[in-house]
Structure formats: structure tokens, C-alpha cells
Nanobody, 123 residues
Framework: EVQLVESGGGLVQAGGSLRLSCQAS????????IGWFRQAPGKERDGVSL????????YYADSVKGRFTISSDNAKNTVYLQMNSLKPEDTGIYYC????????????????YGQGTRVTVSS
């Protein structure tokens, strides 16, 4: 059974930091791209960052470049999203997702999604 379990969300003041974790199981981690998506209140779910485990290619949304860093611990089948200099507009539910195609994943049509972790940034 495929599972993507997110953790690390919470409430933080603007300018603060959080690190999200996505623990993956049930598929061959090295063959997949793992991404983070964000759904703000009343808005659609958008891509934040993506790491293709197979070749190390990384994507970032323009809104988070220079502030967020995606990384992985392949031995633990875990992908992290380090979020620094957080802004109120970063508030939302953050979902981890996986697909063997990073292009398909970035289009938000990946094969697997987690349940999400909530991030709230207060001003």
C-alpha cells in the first residue's frame, strides 16, 4: 500500500521557519519524483517544490525561490521542505505527492497524494 505521510506543520509568525517531512512507503522511492503542493484557503492546490529522486532535478515555484529548500534522505525514504522567511501568504495545507513523471507531478496530476499538513503563518 502506497503511503505519503506529511508532518511538521504548525503555527509560526511571519519571518519564522518550519521544516516539513514526507515519509514515503509502498513504492520504489528512487524511481519517483516527490513534490510539495500548497492549497491556500479558497484557492486551488499549486506546486511549491519538487525533487526528482531519480536524477536530482529540482523545481521551485517563483513565490518560494530563495526561501524554501527541498531535500531528501533516500535511506529513510523521506523528503523535506525547509521553509524560511515565511510569509502570511504561505499559509495553507501542504500536501506531499509522488509520480514517476516529474512533469506530470508538477501539473498536479500525480499518482499519489498524502493527507496534508497545515501551515499557518501569522502576521
Amino acid at each position: 500500500e502506497v503511503q505519503l505521510v506529511e508532518s511538521g506543520g504548525g503555527l509560526v509568525q511571519a519571518g519564522g521557519s518550519l521544516r516539513l517531512s514526507c515519509q514515503a512507503s509502498g513504492f520504489t522511492f528512487d524511481d519517483y519524483a516527490i513534490g510539495w503542493f500548497r492549497q491556500a484557503p479558497g484557492k486551488e492546490r499549486d506546486g511549491v517544490s519538487l525533487l526528482d529522486i531519480s536524477d536530482g532535478v529540482i523545481y521551485y515555484a517563483d513565490s518560494v525561490k530563495g526561501r524554501f529548500t527541498i531535500s531528501s534522505d533516500n535511506a529513510k525514504n523521506t523528503v523535506y521542505l525547509q521553509m524560511n522567511s515565511l510569509k502570511p501568504e504561505d499559509t495553507g495545507i501542504y500536501y506531499c505527492a509522488a509520480d514517476q513523471s516529474r512533469d506530470r507531478l508538477w501539473l498536479n496530476v500525480g499518482d499519489y497524494y498524502g493527507q496534508g499538513t497545515r501551515v499557518t503563518v501569522s502576521s
